[in-house]
């Protein structure tokens, strides 16, 4: 994965390349003319990424700045969007019904199924992703659903920052 371009004539052309865990996921393009005062031309950039946004913020002076962001951010949609589609193949295995998400893959939402001394407690546990450019969340949020009478009514969150803290609140009831 990373970034590859091509200068031509006045114009340049960058692809972006996604990965995650060593398996190649999508390539996005973008082309800036007159590379002296740069202006975007033609972009796969999808939608939800504020590209006019960025640009404003980063041209001319920063291409490099840019297409690092962008990097960034579109790298971890793509790694978000892995996660949640690996866990919707195997999710008759772990997670019952289908697996909530919004778009951008910031929010996930899924129930599941753990067997306790021979009975199934069912929890809902939700994923949220306060950090576009990572591919781990940085709030988990996961409560008893069903039969929650052999292990009490617990209600459990975890916040992680960026930067490897951890928080973690319990609520038993």
Do not use: W
Request: some cysteine.
């Amino acid at each position: 994965s990373g970034i590859s371009g091509k200068l031509k004539d006045d114009a340049a052309c960058f692809c972006i390349s996604t990965a995650f865990e060593g398996t190649y996921l999508d390539s996005y393009y973008i082309q800036v003319n007159n590379v002296k005062n740069p202006q975007i031309v033609r972009h796969s950039i999808p939608a939800f990424i504020p590209l006019h946004d960025l640009a404003k913020e980063h041209l001319p002076a920063a291409l490099k700045k840019l297409l690092h962001v962008l990097f960034e951010r579109l790298n971890g949609y793509a790694g978000r969007k892995f996660q949640a589609d690996r866990a919707e193949k195997i999710s008759p295995v772990y997670v019952e019904g289908s697996l909530q998400k919004n778009s951008l893959y910031t929010v996930l939402s899924f129930t599941y199924n753990v067997t306790v001394e021979g009975q199934i407690v069912g929890f809902a546990a939700k994923l949220l992703y306060a950090d576009l450019a990572d591919t781990l969340p940085t709030e988990v949020m996961v409560t008893c659903s069903g039969n929650c009478s052999l292990i009490g009514l617990c209600v459990f969150c975890c916040c992680f920052s960026p930067h490897g803290s951890f928080k973690e609140n319990r609520y038993v009831d």
